[in-house]
């Protein structure tokens, strides 16, 4: 079983790339953001929990997330694989992820795709996917910047250990679809899934 993490601020192409690759692959997409809209949609405990959150423009909380994730995850064990789409987000989702996935016998952690962006662009695809999709958490400028800076602080460093040099692979996101599409497609045939 494959676990292909998409790792990069927010509005920075990894849902797009998820589903090309879930598509492609026919792997598992679980992504945290579309797991608490569903929550938030269905007025869920959960889902009033996160939209205070994820409308302030902060992480939910560790825990919660966590906790969350992993529900998914067992339900997808004999699945092909699993592309996780906006988490691990801190050192302790690392850490969960990978007790979790040792827990369950179903591997480890194979590659890290870090997308990275300029700022300014990724406020711009912010804002107008915030237009069209309506998305409280990408409407309003000082919501966007804050969740870029919560990102810088909280999220950034996460893969900085020695262990993951190997696994981790840097992605020019101001590329197009295609060309990143076509980029990690070829990184992943390497594990023959």
């Not at 696994?167 to 990143?180: L, M, P, R, T, V």
């Amino acid at each position: 079983m494959i676990h292909i993490i998409l790792f990069g601020p927010p509005g920075c192409g990894k849902g797009t790339q998820a589903k090309i690759l879930e598509k492609k692959f026919r792997l598992v997409h679980l992504s945290t953001g579309m797991i608490f809209r569903h929550h938030i949609k269905n007025k869920t405990s959960l889902g009033k929990l996160s939209r205070y959150y994820i409308n302030k423009g902060i992480l939910v909380p560790d825990h919660i997330t966590t906790n969350m994730l992993n529900i998914e995850i067992k339900k997808h064990i004999q699945s092909k694989g699993i592309i996780y789409d906006g988490y691990p987000r801190t050192k302790n989702q690392v850490f969960s992820l990978e007790k979790i996935l040792k827990s369950l016998f179903l591997g480890r952690i194979n590659i890290i795709f870090s997308f990275e962006i300029k700022k300014k662009l990724l406020i711009n695809r912010l804002l107008k996917r915030g237009k069209i999709s309506h998305r409280d958490d990408d409407s309003d400028i000082i919501t966007v910047q804050r969740r870029i800076e919560e990102y810088n602080k909280e999220t950034f460093f996460i893969w900085n250990e020695k262990k993951w040099k190997n696994n981790f692979i840097k992605i020019n996101a101001s590329s197009s679809i295609s060309e990143i599409s076509f980029f990690i497609e070829k990184e992943i045939s390497n594990f023959n899934i």
